[in-house]
């Protein structure tokens, strides 16, 4: 027999030399099924150990949860996402899985990227955006919400006014996946990690950075889990800048003195942006004030335009973030400053980062 070259010719013609009666069509059929399948799981980042932390994990509910090697992590499978997403790969990885997205606050692209998220994975959506059409609005308490939705769906992305609410809803869930969607002024640790993401993708590297985080810190749930990601690299120096009613909570500053993360206050943006590398801008939330008054007397305390970059001395490869929706702190004119501008880029990373959570924390990705 003449010399063969290759998996698949040996094979195919050691079969015919035999006289094994199997199909040419069918051979080279079964021939493509196994190197696909051997591709596509070369072609994802994971390994037996990885996967099984992952799936054990079950839920996202607090930068907390995460170190260092879980971040390296979910930044490069959401790396591959991408990259299939842009080739224009269907995925099929959560083919026959349902996610419920309960948000009891208003949202855009939480909500919306959590649902094309488990659309491009193959999967399928049940969206409760309006609580007052549920049973909520009849007083059913959270936990019982929880549950009902459990019993049909694989997976619930929960938005909650109250802090905690996410560990409340996992504790219920059965085995369903919860992922923190924001819990009110507390934590929103999948919006960190898209934001790590975008650092990532901007600046080629997540360590060694200065990163000024800018507005209501108080309330800002997405700096909250932020900050307290940061902790886990190496480099990084932490520079606050807020107004005295909205600086960064105490407790939060406390643990990340422990890690030994430099941190600094400073009330005038124009003074330290110079040094920053990545500018975190949030929005001054009305919603959270109980005093009419006191969000007048700070909603406009920051406001970032292009003359204000250049008065500051701001960095020519500044990264400028902002988790949206924004009001007036990042005039639209900055939007076309391409190369700094990465807020409408860091949402498009949501989608990605996302897909990669659910597949990842649903044990959907084989080694």
């Known amino acids: 027999m003449p010399k063969c070259h ?23 059929m079964n021939l493509y099924a196994h190197r696909m399948e051997k591709q596509f799981n070369d072609e994802w980042p994971v390994n037996h150990e990885m996967v099984q932390r ?7 509910l607090s930068a907390n949860q995460l170190e260092r090697q879980d971040l390296d992590e979910v930044i490069k499978v959401a790396e591959v996402m991408e990259k299939k997403l842009k080739a224009g790969e269907v995925l099929e990885v959560c083919k026959g899985d349902v996610l419920g997205c ?3 606050e208003p949202s ?3 909500m919306c990227s959590f649902q094309a998220a488990m659309m491009r994975l193959g999967g399928n959506v049940i969206p409760i955006s309006e609580v007052k059409n549920s049973s909520v609005s009849k007083g059913e308490t959270l936990e019982d919400t929880i549950r009902c939705l459990a019993s049909y769906c694989d997976a619930l992305a929960l938005r909650h006014k109250e802090i905690g ?9 059965g085995g369903a996946t919860i992922c923190n969607a924001g819990d009110g002024a507390g934590e929103h640790p999948t919006q960190a990690l898209l ?4 650092i990532y993708r901007e600046k080629g590297r997540i360590d060694n950075l200065n990163i000024t985080l800018v507005g209501d810190l108080k309330y800002g749930r997405t700096v909250h889990s932020l900050a307290k990601l940061f902790t886990k690299l ?7 800048v807020s107004p005295k009613i909205l600086k960064m909570p105490m407790e939060i500053q406390e643990m990340i003195s422990q890690t030994g993360t ?7 943006l124009a003074k330290v942006l110079k040094d920053a590398d990545v500018l975190y801008v949030t929005r001054i939330q009305k919603e959270r004030f109980e005093k009419p008054a006191d969000y007048e007397k700070v909603k406009d305390c920051y406001r970032i335009t292009k003359e204000f970059l250049t008065k500051a001395n701001a960095k020519p490869d500044l990264t400028i973030m902002h988790p949206l929706p924004r009001v007036n702190e990042i005039s639209t004119c900055v939007d076309d400053d391409t190369p700094r501008a990465a807020y409408f880029r860091q949402m498009k990373n949501g989608l990605y980062v996302r897909m990669a959570l659910l597949a990842l924390l649903m044990g959907k990705l084989e080694a």
């Open 6 to 28: 290759g998996y698949g010719k040996c094979l195919a013609r050691t079969m015919i030399a035999t006289g094994t009666a199997v199909g040419m069509t069918g051979l080279l």
């Open 54 to 60: 992952w799936a054990d994990r079950k839920h996202i």
């Open 102 to 104: 309960l948000f009891y």
């Open 108 to 110: 855009t692209r939480t």
């Open 165 to 173: 609410a996410a560990v409340r809803a996992s504790k219920v869930s």
């Open 195 to 198: 934001d790590l993401y975008t």
């Open 234 to 240: 190496n480099g990084v120096k932490l520079t606050y």
């Open 262 to 268: 430099p941190q600094t206050e400073n009330e005038d």
